[in-house]
């Protein structure tokens, strides 16, 4: 069983940061792709980032590339998605989640939520413009 336990959001005025973190734990066996969604009222969940733990290679949608940054602390099986230069329509509930996929479906099935098994209790970001 796998466990992911996500915090650091908040409320944040437009072209401001913040660092959202999910700690893995339980059963889990490197590698696997851990990736970012969020979801807005009214919206389907969307895939925004992902990282493929084996080598450390990072995916990204359009919308959040050169703004959002995912890395990872593999002693501490801690995952980080930094934001930067938020803006309004980045307001979502944000969730991590993982799966085990190869790296290269990594990079394609990040962006669909029903591909990973494992998610996070998802921390809300809000920013105003």
């Known amino acids: 069983q796998v466990q992911l336990v996500e915090s650091g959001g908040g409320s944040v005025q437009a072209g401001g940061s913040l660092r959202l973190s999910c700690t893995a734990s339980?059963?889990?066996?490197?590698?696997?792709?851990m990736g970012w969604f969020r979801q807005a009222p009214g919206k389907e969940r969307e895939g925004v980032a992902a990282?493929?733990?084996?080598?450390?290679?990072?995916y990204y949608a359009d919308s959040v590339k050169g703004r959002f940054t995912a890395s990872q602390d593999s002693a501490k099986n801690t995952f980080y998605l930094q934001m930067s230069s938020l803006k309004p329509e980045d307001t979502a509930m944000y969730y991590c989640?993982?799966?085990?996929?190869?790296?290269?479906?990594?990079?394609?099935?990040?962006?669909?939520?029903?591909?990973?098994?494992?998610w996070g209790q998802g921390t809300q970001v809000t920013v105003s413009s």
């Open positions: 339980g059963t889990i066996y490197s590698p696997y792709c």
């Open positions: 989640a993982a799966d085990y996929f190869t790296g290269t479906y990594c990079d394609v099935g990040f962006r669909v939520s029903r591909n990973f098994g494992y």
């Open positions: 990282i493929f733990t084996g080598a450390g290679i990072t």
